[in-house]
């Protein structure tokens, strides 16, 4: 069973069944103005901060039929009443003679037709600007006219998303909504009591609406035993114009689309914006009122879309990675940087979430190759909530910059810190400074999170001294084997073992960050910074190769009382697959036990839907172990297909040279190579989940938790700069593929510091990894690394072999 299919020449995905198994959803704006569309017209809008300024309810707990956030009715006069249908599907699910929802970059367009009628409604935020518009041209395509009426609504929420379900009385008492009329045009005005002059939102359309609704109540009719699939004022000629003073507030206009002759069209524009006031901002959405202005912001949005992918594009021997890379891994890189782990469907954005520490600090390496400034202007907030020590807040609000704690707050027996969060700031800002070689950035203050009383920061530093700052917090919070201190976790936030656990993932991460930082004081001229770190490095390679080896594979934790997790001692959780492929990132791995390390990975955690992250699962709820037992075994984090630590097992595979291994790694997680497979794994196919349950689990392959996941900008480092190896380093682009010993080659275009390269590899001894030759503009060059030049196109040509 399949739901669609990719159009790479459009870079779209085609969804053609709206039935599909759960909601499959699109990103349109970023983080400033935006949220998702799903493939049934349902919108989850939020300005700035998803949990303390969001505009439209969805609730994704709903059954998949029901109304959420807005829809679009349609109707005409039929037997003495009023034939009422949504073309979007949802939510009056009238049968549609033809139904496809493309899903592109920044954009959706649904097209459906029912009844003899044609809709096409196209969904965006225009680059920059705080409103979605919604294009629609509704065609009569039966053979005689046809008069017919157009209803948008949407339903707001209060701005404080988790106060919208946990009151129901103080909530509606400031929910208020107003009608402006501006010539012949409504503006609907909504806004909770105490935002009035400073965030209102708006909603009006480019046609003169003839009638409104803002009160949900007696848009629905009959105190709400109407319902969202037959509104009972849609059967009225005209809608109530209530302007609501206290309850759930809705913006609901009736567009007249007059008597359209057969093959005839109408077209109208609705906005949903938010502002901070809507009288004052009327001569700006006005400008939308001629709908030749969407037409303007849509090819705007386009062109911004094909100069990020443009960036990087390759032409492999897989169809279904060259989608991936070049368009639909990007695009969820691009996804994640803003949303980290904030906003979807099933990371709710309600109440304590923001944005993550760890989390946003691995997106940013996901774009760096495309917007490098944006990842730096992202790294430099991460930076302003590490705190003087070094270790980082785990959490931020975008909105007010506050940090949290995560959930490490809630068990202040506990420590209080994420014993990895602050070195991944590391790795972000040394990958930024390979793309770009702006070294500048290392000299700019950023201030440490703690501040005095009147909110101002207690120090500032600059940027390279809070790189020295993290990996000297690990160095010094070390436990019984001189090991880094668990925290209250790693990576893993759902093993929270006592204090005094140390942990083997952050041993190996630290190792990672002292190599690239060690590599950059060598750049700077700085011998005695990188040497002294090279003695950091060295000690803590001495140690895990002393203790954490536990006789075919690394030990993943030591608990409190010094008793290893993660081996054959253990009866359940006996191998990790993080305890295996970061010894090998670190470069820890003596040669024989990375050989070992990652066979143990082969034999005992894949499977044909990927590496699990642990086997076997925790059979119950263990206190000792925390959040990972709550889950049954093969679920998420507990012996389940935890699909962010994948593309790290292929890296390591890369770095041993094994390219057939790392393909397979990467080929049987694509998820573009599983859209007909979809009944099983049933979340989208053109982005990747976060997990998908393992084999331990009967539902074995099911995925869920799709777009938000690291899984987005790992997977895009890992092929891009360790399976077609082209990688950015602060001497330049290195080129070191190591691939599928069948593949005779590839090709790749990548923009890098001002110039493109257009690179082509051949692989005439079908080896996987091993540069013999590369020459640059028709001249042989020494080694691998591709000259800087500023500008212009330069063409690559690398031999693999001996
Ligand atoms: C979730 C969290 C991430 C964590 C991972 C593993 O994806 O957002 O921070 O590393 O789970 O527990």
Known sequence: MTYGYFDDAHREYVITDPRTPVKWVNYVGTLDFGGLVDHTGGILICRDDPGLNRITKYIPQLPAGDFRGGTLYLRFPEGGAYRVFSPFYVPTLDPLDRYECHVGMGYTRIISEC????????????????????????????????????????????????????????????????????????????????????????????????????????????????????????????????????????????????????????????????????????????????????????????????????????????????SMLNVFNPRQCHTTKNWSRYLSLYQLGLGSRGLGFRDSSQDVMGVLAHIPEEGKALLTKLLSVQKRDGSAMHQLYPLTMEGSMGDAGEMPDRPQYYSDDHLWAVLAACAYLKETGDFAFLEEEIPFYEKDGQDRPLESSSVLEHLRRAVAFTRENVGRHGLPLAGFADWNDTINLAAGAESLFTANLYGRALRDLIALFEVLGDAISAAALEADYAAMRERVNAHA?????????????????????????????????????????????????????????????????????????????????????????????????????????????????????????????????????????????????????????????????????????????????????????RIDPCIPAAWEGFTAARRFRGATYRITVRNPQGVSKGVAAVTVDGAPIKGNTLPIFADGTHTVEVTLGE
């Open 549 to 733: 080896w536990d006789g075919a594979w690394y030990v993943r934790y030591f608990d409190a009382a010094g008793e290893p997790i993660g081996s054959r001692q253990n009866e359940k959780g006996q191998l990790f697959t993080n305890g295996q492929s970061w010894p090998v990132i670190s470069g820890f791995a003596t040669p024989e036990r990375a050989e070992q390390a990652l066979d143990a990975v082969y034999a005992y955690l894949n499977t044909p839907s990927g590496i699990k992250l642990s086997t076997p699962g925790y059979d119950g709820y263990n206190p000792a172990y925390g959040g990972v037992s709550t889950y049954p075994p093969g679920a998420k984090e507990n012996g389940g297909i935890f699909l962010h630590a994948n593309p790290w097992v292929i890296i390591a595979e890369t770095q041993l040279g094994h390219g057939d291994r790392a393909y397979q790694y990467y080929a049987q997680v694509n998820p573009a190579a599983r859209n007909t497979e979809i009944d099983r794994f049933e979340c989208e196919p053109y982005v990747y989940p976060q997990n998908i349950l393992g084999d331990e689990h009967p539902q074995f392959g099911l995925a869920r938790n799709s777009w938000l996941s690291g899984t987005a900008s790992w997977m895009y480092q890992a092929a891009t700069q360790y399976i077609l190896g082209i990688q950015p380093t602060y001497a330049g682009l």
């Open 115 to 322: 009844r003899g009628i044609r809709t096409e409604a196209t969904f965006f935020v225009p680059r920059g600007e705080d409103r979605l518009l919604t294009d629609v041209r509704v065609t009569n395509l039966r053979g005689e006219p046809l008069a017919l009426d157009a209803i948008p609504v949407v339903e707001y929420t209060h701005f404080d998303a988790l106060k919208q379900y946990t009151n129901a009385d103080w909530v509606p008492q400031t929910m208020q909504s107003r009608a402006i009329r501006d010539g012949d045009h409504t503006v609907l005005a909504q806004c909770a009591f105490m935002k009035r002059g400073a965030n209102e939102n708006y909603f009006t359309a480019s046609l003169p609406a003839a009638s409104f609704e803002t009160d949900r109540r007696p848009f629905l009719g009959a105190n709400e035993y109407g319902t969202w699939a037959r509104p009972l004022s849609l059967q009225e000629p005209a809608l109530g114009n209530h302007e609501a003073l206290r309850g759930d507030n809705i913006a609901a206009l009736l567009l007249p689309l007059g008597e359209l002759g057969p093959g005839e069209s109408a077209r109208f524009v609705t906005q949903l914006g938010q502002v901070a006031s809507v009288g004052a901002a009327l001569p700006d959405i006005r400008r939308y009122f001629d709908p030749a202005a969407a037409d303007a912001a849509l090819a705007d949005l386009n062109a911004t879309w094909r100069d990020y992918l443009d960036i990087f594009q390759v032409e492999t021997p897989d169809a279904s990675l060259n």
